[in-house]
């Protein structure tokens, strides 16, 4: 259960694949570069509790710092580099990082942050180093490549993705378990995946998001090869199908919407054969573009619904997806809870705040108010979604409470007018939002990512206007839609609505009005 029983058994046997570059690193490899990482951090004089934070590209380092720090039993945090400059300094200072691990193509971000990260005491750097960090490799090379004495299993400390606000650490008490134990959740991928050691996994979201590690992690614990997409092409994940046989792969649902979007030659070129489950969770899927992914790959599609918290999961198979369509599923080792605002539950088919019940504990990091709004007075937890449970058991998600727009007193999802837009032929990405509007308190807005920017116009915006009207009540619907050239949404499909929306609200704060981009 860990990739030194593999190197042990199967030193050539591939851990992982960088898909641009081909480059191979064996599990002989991967074994040896986490003992070295590991002895680097007891140097150091980290022990078994401390953290550090990992933030890097897709870089064939990723995974064996990782595997250091997990053998080595200390938290890890990775950031994402997409961040901001003082959402970034946020998330290392308040998990307490000792260490700080990053990479030359992060050098400009990383100069931003001098003297903003006070409390690491070591600063490293793969690929070379700038001022005020030392040099990762060539500290590494002075490493043992045997474990250390006192190996133990650490834990990642992921921080959720911030679109509403400064993002939450989520740490999970570590375990008292030899290295190698894991914990019951690690065998996810045999148990219900299906997954064996001759299986191949493709990855192609960045490694710095909960479920592209989660997954790896899981992966190489039992000998199943990885392939890491350096960055998301629509065109390449299929080739990379293809190219490596993938029999296992994780998505987000804008994935599949660019994949659809490829020209249907494009699409017919490659052999998807291979594939046995296609894993996708992250945001809600829209129901057209399930259904056409089904229709294109097969019931092979697989949705789960769950957090970085995990205090509970849902998932479902595309049988029972088409039996209960825009279902993310039921629970598995855990209930699910549909409540209004004062906790109270709510009858089947009702819309409420989705809580989880006999799940696991969680807290978010120093922040007790935080932990104690995620729970109910009945000691459920939620993730802060709405939705509602049908009379066979299966959960439907409606949005985020955050997102929810009220106009004239009437609750508005901005999910629904979402989920029509994207379908529109020439839209490539959508948000949809509440701004300020002085007889409503909120009107809906929309902004848009157009395939072609230059079509952008007036009669267009009117166009999808008429189009989702077509399909919702007109008070779903956006009163006025703004072109962008690129929608702030984060490549593990997260979108940060509160950065479109902050504009407007601030527009109207300060007077002014917020402009198309």
Same mark, same amino acid.
């Given at each position: 259960?860990?990739?030194?029983?593999?190197?042990?058994?199967?030193?050539?046997?591939?851990?992982?694949?960088?898909?641009?570059?081909?480059?191979?690193?064996?599990?002989?490899?991967?074994? !040896?570069?986490?003992?070295? &990482? #590991?002895?680097? $951090?007891? @140097?150091? +004089?980290?022990?078994?509790?401390?953290?550090?934070?990992?933030?890097?590209?897709?870089?064939?380092?990723?995974?064996?710092?990782?595997?250091?720090?997990?053998?080595?039993?200390?938290?890890?945090?990775?950031?994402?580099?997409?961040?901001?400059?003082?959402?970034?300094?946020?998330?290392?200072?308040?998990?307490?990082?000792?260490?700080?691990?990053?990479?030359?193509?992060?050098?400009?971000?990383?100069?931003?942050?001098?003297?903003?990260?006070?409390?690491?005491?070591?600063?490293?750097?793969?690929?070379?180093?700038?001022?005020?960090?030392?040099?990762?490799?060539?500290?590494?090379?002075?490493?043992?490549?045997?474990?250390? !004495?006192?190996?133990?299993? &650490? #834990?990642?400390? $992921?921080? @959720?993705? +911030?679109?509403?606000?400064?993002?939450?650490?989520?740490?999970?008490?570590?375990?008292?378990?030899?290295?190698?134990?894991?914990?019951?959740?690690?065998?996810?991928?045999?148990?219900?995946?299906?997954?064996?050691?001759?299986?191949?996994?493709?990855?192609?979201?960045?490694?710095?998001?909960?479920?592209?590690?989660?997954?790896?992690?899981?992966?190489?614990?039992?000998?199943?090869?990885?392939?890491?997409?350096?960055?998301?092409?629509?065109?390449?994940?299929?080739?990379?199908?293809?190219?490596?046989?993938?029999?296992?792969?994780?998505?987000?649902?804008?994935?599949?919407?660019?994949?659809?979007?490829?020209?249907?030659?494009?699409?017919?070129?490659?052999?998807?054969?291979?594939?046995?489950?296609?894993?996708?969770?992250?945001?809600?899927?829209?129901?057209?573009?399930?259904?056409?992914?089904?229709?294109?790959?097969?019931?092979?599609?697989?949705?789960?619904?769950?957090?970085?918290?995990?205090?509970?999961?849902?998932?479902?198979?595309?049988?029972?997806?088409?039996?209960?369509?825009?279902?993310?599923?039921?629970?598995?080792?855990?209930?699910?809870?549909?409540?209004?605002?004062?906790?109270?539950?709510?009858?089947?088919?009702?819309?409420?705040?989705?809580?989880?019940?006999?799940?696991?504990?969680?807290?978010?990091?120093?922040?007790?108010?935080?932990?104690?709004?995620?729970?109910?007075?009945?000691?459920?937890?939620?993730?802060?979604?709405?939705?509602?449970?049908?009379?066979?058991?299966?959960?439907?998600?409606?949005?985020?409470?955050?997102?929810?727009?009220?106009?004239?007193?009437?609750?508005?999802?901005?999910?629904?007018?979402?989920?029509?837009?994207?379908?529109?032929?020439?839209?490539?990405?959508?948000?949809?939002?509440?701004?300020?509007?002085?007889?409503?308190?909120?009107?809906?807005?929309?902004?848009?990512?157009?395939?072609?920017?230059?079509?952008?116009?007036?009669?267009?915006?009117?166009?999808?206007?008429?189009?989702?009207?077509?399909?919702?009540?007109?008070?779903?619907?956006?009163?006025?839609?703004?072109?962008?050239?690129?929608?702030?949404?984060?490549?593990?499909?997260?979108?940060?609505?509160?950065?479109?929306?902050?504009?407007?609200?601030?527009?109207?704060?300060?007077?002014?009005?917020?402009?198309?981009?």
């Amino acid at each position: 259960m860990h990739p030194g029983a593999i190197a042990a058994a199967q030193p050539d046997k591939p851990a992982y694949i960088m898909a641009g570059s081909g480059q191979v690193i064996t599990y002989r490899e991967l074994e !040896a570069r986490a003992n070295q &990482g #590991a002895h680097l $951090f007891r @140097s150091l +004089g980290l022990k078994r509790g401390d953290h550090i934070a990992i933030m890097l590209e897709n870089h064939p380092r990723f995974l064996q710092i990782c595997w250091a720090a997990q053998r080595a039993g200390l938290y890890y945090t990775p950031v994402s580099w997409r961040l901001q400059r003082e959402e970034i300094a946020y998330i290392v200072n308040d998990c307490e990082a000792r260490a700080f691990i990053t990479s030359g193509a992060m050098g400009e971000i990383v100069s931003s942050l001098h003297g903003r990260i006070p409390g690491v005491e070591w600063r490293f750097m793969v690929d070379g180093a700038v001022e005020g960090f030392s040099n990762f490799d060539e500290a590494l090379s002075r490493m043992p490549e045997t474990p250390i !004495a006192d190996q133990s299993e &650490g #834990a990642i400390m $992921f921080y @959720s993705s +911030g679109t509403t606000g400064f993002p939450k650490g989520i740490r999970q008490p570590l375990l008292d378990l030899p290295y190698g134990e894991g914990e019951p959740y690690v065998s996810i991928m045999t148990m219900l995946y299906g997954a064996t050691d001759k299986s191949i996994f493709l990855s192609p979201a960045p490694m710095y998001h909960a479920s592209p590690l989660g997954f790896s992690m899981n992966c190489l614990r039992h000998g199943i090869a990885v392939v890491i997409m350096e960055h998301f092409e629509a065109e390449f994940a299929l080739k990379c199908i293809e190219t490596y046989r993938i029999t296992h792969s994780q998505w987000v649902p804008t994935m599949f919407v660019r994949m659809l979007k490829l020209p249907d030659e494009v699409r017919a070129r490659y052999d998807l054969s291979s594939q046995q489950y296609a894993i996708h969770a992250a945001a809600p899927c829209p129901v057209p573009v399930k259904e056409q992914m089904i229709a294109w790959w097969g019931e092979i599609l697989h949705e789960y619904y769950a957090g970085s918290e995990a205090n509970g999961f849902v998932q479902l198979n595309s049988a029972e997806w088409l039996a209960h369509r825009g279902s993310v599923g039921r629970p598995m080792g855990c209930e699910i809870h549909i409540c209004d605002d004062a906790g109270e539950e709510l009858p089947i088919g009702e819309h409420g705040i989705v809580y989880f019940g006999g799940g696991k504990p969680f807290e978010y990091f120093k922040d007790s108010k935080k932990t104690a709004a995620a729970r109910n007075p009945q000691g459920w937890s939620t993730l802060g979604d709405i939705g509602y449970v049908d009379e066979d058991g299966y959960l439907y998600l409606t949005d985020r409470k955050d997102f929810m727009i009220i106009s004239g007193g009437v609750n508005i999802y901005p999910q629904e007018a979402e989920n029509v837009l994207i379908m529109h032929e020439k839209v490539l990405d959508v948000a949809v939002f509440g701004i300020p509007n002085e007889d409503f308190g909120e009107e809906v807005k929309a902004a848009v990512q157009l395939k072609r920017p230059e079509e952008a116009s007036a009669a267009l915006e009117a166009e999808l206007i008429d189009f989702c009207r077509t399909k919702l009540s007109h008070i779903k619907c956006p009163r006025s839609i703004d072109f962008h050239e690129a929608l702030p949404r984060h490549p593990t499909g997260k979108l940060y609505k509160r950065l479109l929306k902050d504009a407007y609200w601030s527009a109207q704060n300060s007077g002014a009005k917020a402009g198309r981009h």
